[in-house]
């Protein structure tokens, strides 16, 4: 036989893959939002300097989970191939990595905010599966070694079923562990069906010319299907609304409890809010605007009563993740509500179902707490929501800020009248001008469109008249205090990025 620790490193592959998708496989069925992989998963996610993730987002975008996975599935695949090596040379060496592995999976699982105990049928299947098939393959390829010289067809042939079988079950296991992917399925089927209440209180309309008919600006109100997903969840969580509750503790003078079907039941409002993340670039698109259909949080704050001293309100998801939000900004006129509406739906999974919280003004990773469990009346003294330890500070109001959407991508226009068009917010304060200008000369006045409220953005246009060539052109945005946007470039962390954003734009003849 020709290098038999290729074959030996491809039982290692097989074996410890079909371990994991047996492991993934099993926690499908127990543990739908825990899983071996996504228990690790998270844990890294936790874990990583705040850098190795800014550069995560940087390089893959919203595609950084998949990256994660995948490359945790590289690494899985060559300890692998090395826990066939070393298994072969010597019998139990292999089965000690696999063992590792299984520790490291089993202290993941129970690192989690959503751990159960069943939950912890996953790395131990996954480790059981993989010593097993792991013992068995190189025993096999031990036999065939050793036949080799005298009749070397029946050996070889079991170790190379062995080995397909194997593979067969890996690849069977990890698709049908994808598609269970959590009870996403079932929990979907239930929000298409759940039939949301009217609004006590209905969104003010949207005024006539809110919306430009300009090519290429974005809609003023972002579909759902198009709305920028930010969360640190590998695997979405799936939330029975049924078995949902959510809980007031803390500095309350009572704790309160509320169910979905009690939460539905009360005096609903809907309104336009934009939210937007605080890692949005300046001119980039992690920014969008829905109608909320959901219950003020000052209402249940106002249930459980408030002890004085508090100044914080920590919001925590179904997966652990929390977000520290100002008392004051959730008890003051605003419309921070618990949303259980966007864009007349039910919550899309991806974006909190079955409850989560929206706050006008701040940026959303500390306010905007998606699959939402509790609310912890506290002090920012005392307790510190997920982003403020990680290099981000512990207040985020949103940062005026403005973008030019047209012309669009390449920006190549022809010589002559030229729009230029985008949007402008400032939530909570409002726009009151946008004004652009080409190779830093005046300052010229946009035309705007009127806001939906002061918590959404505005869109505006200006046509300006160009001679073939190279121009640059800037934006800014003045709110209705009479403040101008910050000129100044700053980075995103750690409280949001400021700075003009500045096109380049190719006119030719
Ligand atoms: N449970 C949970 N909620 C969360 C987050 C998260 O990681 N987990 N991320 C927050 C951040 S940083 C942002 S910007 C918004 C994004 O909401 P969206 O995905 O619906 O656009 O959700 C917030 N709510
Ligand atoms: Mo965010």
Known sequence: MERPERWAAAAGIVAIGAGVAGGELVAGFLSPSLTPMTAVGGAIIDAVPPAVKDWAIAVFGTGDKLALLTGMMVIIAALAAVAGAVERRRRFAGVWLIGIFGVVGFLAVLSRAQF?????????????????????????????????????????????????????????????????????????????????????????????????????????????????????????PALDADAWTLKVTGMVEREVQLDFAELLAKPLIERHVTISCVSNEVGGDLIGNALWLGWPVRELLLMAGVKSGADMVLSRSADGWTAGTPLEALTDTRDSILAVGMNGEALPLEHGFPVRMIVPGLYGYVSATKWLTELKVTRFADDVGYWTPRGWSERGPIKMSSRIDVPAT?????????????????????????????????WQEAQLAPGISRDTWYQWQLPLEFTPGQYEVQVRATDLDGDVQVEERRPVAPDGATGYHTVRVVVTS
Do not use: C
């Open 410 to 442: 390449d920006r190549v226009v022809k010589a002559g009248a030229t729009t230029f068009a985008g949007v402008a917010w400032a939530q909570h304060t409002g726009i009151s001008k946008v004004e652009l200008r080409v190779n830093r000369g005046e």
């Open 116 to 236: 159960s105990e069943q939950a912890l049928a996953g790395p131990l299947v996954a480790a059981v599966l993989g010593i097993v098939l792991l013992r068995r393959l190189i025993q096999q390829l031990r036999d065939w070694e050793a036949a080799e010289r005298i009749s070397r067809q029946p050996a070889r042939r079991r170790f190379l079923q062995g080995l397909a079988w194997g593979g067969a079950l890996a690849a069977g296991g990890g698709a049908l562990g994808a598609i269970l992917s959590g009870a996403v399925v079932g929990v979907n089927d239930v929000r298409r069906k759940l039939i949301l209440p009217r609004p006590r209180s209905a969104a003010p309309p949207i005024p006539t010319g809110a919306e430009m008919a300009v090519d290429g600006v974005g809609p003023l109100v972002t579909p759902n299907a198009d709305f920028y997903r930010i969360d640190t969840a590998l695997r979405v």
